[in-house]
Antibody, heavy 119, light 108 residues
Framework: QVRLQESGPGLLKSSETLLLSCDVS?????????WGWVRQSPGRGLEWIGN???????HYKPSLQSRVTLSVDTSINSFSLKLTSVTAADTALYYC????????????WGQGTLVTVSS | SYVVTQPPSVSVAPGQTATITCEGD??????VHWYQQKPGLAPLLIIL???DRPSGIPERFSGSSSGNTATLTISGVEAGDEADYCC???????????FGGGTKLTVL
């Protein structure tokens, strides 16, 4: 069974940089699929942030592209999210996910990690 | 950017059929997926590629898509079906994954 587990700081201040990691077990990232991030806030529902293909190619949500960087470390079967210049609008529950390569449905989700941005 | 719209809420009595819609420009030309999310849990994929069910999802859940509307149908609704339901598409031209705002299903 594929399992994903997020880790990172729960509280940041405005203008800081968010760094989240996702450890994957039960499947080797280098074997396939896209590995990404989805966040959820009460006022905005689910929002896709981006994903990184097992080959390293990245796709980012156009509205977040200037602030997002995804990376993968196949040696430890983990991938990461970097989001710069955070504001209160980035406060959300962040899920790491596995997405199919063609139509990008999410077949596995982490449990989510809450990130709060304070001013 | 591409937008898909869902009704905020749908209510249905137990045993009846619930219909949840997802609307977008020429949505029928795109592939739609559906998720169920219960409080405190991550979303669960229940319909993929418009109408396919992943292993373990009851046949009571079905999907269809045509024109500007994709539809999730839940037959013989049970109390345990009470949840938020959300559609998702990939918009090729903008290379964006878009989620609907979600529909809260209430079982009366």
């Amino acid at each position: 069974q594929v399992r994903l587990q997020e880790s990172g700081p729960g509280l940041l201040k405005s203008s800081e940089t968010l760094l989240l990691s996702c450890d994957v077990s039960g499947y080797s990232i280098s074997s396939g699929f896209c590995w990404g991030w989805v966040r959820q806030s009460p006022g905005r529902g689910l929002e896709w942030i981006g994903n990184i293909h097992h080959s390293g190619h990245t796709h980012y949500k156009p509205s977040l592209q200037s602030r997002v960087t995804l990376s993968v470390d196949t040696s430890i079967n983990s991938f990461s999210l970097k989001l710069t210049s955070v504001t209160a609008a980035d406060t959300a529950l962040y899920y790491c996910v596995r997405q199919e390569e063609e139509q990008l449905e999410v077949d596995f989700w982490g449990q989510g990690t809450l990130v709060t941005v304070s001013s | 950017s591409y937008v898909v719209t869902q009704p905020p809420s749908v209510s249905v009595a137990p045993g009846q059929t619930a219909t949840i819609t997802c609307e977008g420009d020429n949505l029928g030309r795109k592939i739609v997926h559906w998720y169920q999310q219960k409080p405190g849990l991550a979303p669960l994929l229940i319909i993929l590629y418009d109408s396919d069910r992943p292993s373990g999802i009851p046949e009571r859940f079905s999907g269809s898509s045509s024109g500007n509307t994709a539809t999730l149908t839940i037959s013989g609704v049970e109390a345990g079906d009470e949840a938020d339901y959300c559609c998702q598409v990939w918009d090729g031209p903008s290379d964006d994954v878009v989620f609907g705002g979600g529909t809260k299903l209430t079982v009366l």
